[in-house]
């Protein structure tokens, strides 16, 4: 993915995916290499990801801090 907007609080750099500069083919071809370079490194940065996803993008997660916000925004 790039490195733009909020991208890289999503992503862990090299952990859950490989950020690469926006505008780059060299860059995205790099990142691509990187993945593609050792055994396994691909299926493990995708179990990352989805470990990630799951614990910090569910939508409980996301409903629990969206109702934590109204109701602070509600004084409560």
Request: with cysteine.
């Amino acid at each position: 993915a790039s490195r733009v907007g909020g991208i890289p609080e999503i992503i862990e750099d090299g952990v859950s995916g490989i950020l690469v500069e926006p505008h780059s083919g060299e860059a995205l071809k790099a990142g691509v290499q990187n993945l593609l370079s050792a055994e396994g490194r691909l299926a493990q940065i995708g179990r990352q990801a989805r470990s990630r996803v799951e614990a910090h993008f569910s939508i409980e997660r996301q409903l629990k801090c969206l109702l934590q916000e109204y109701n602070k925004s509600l004084g409560q």
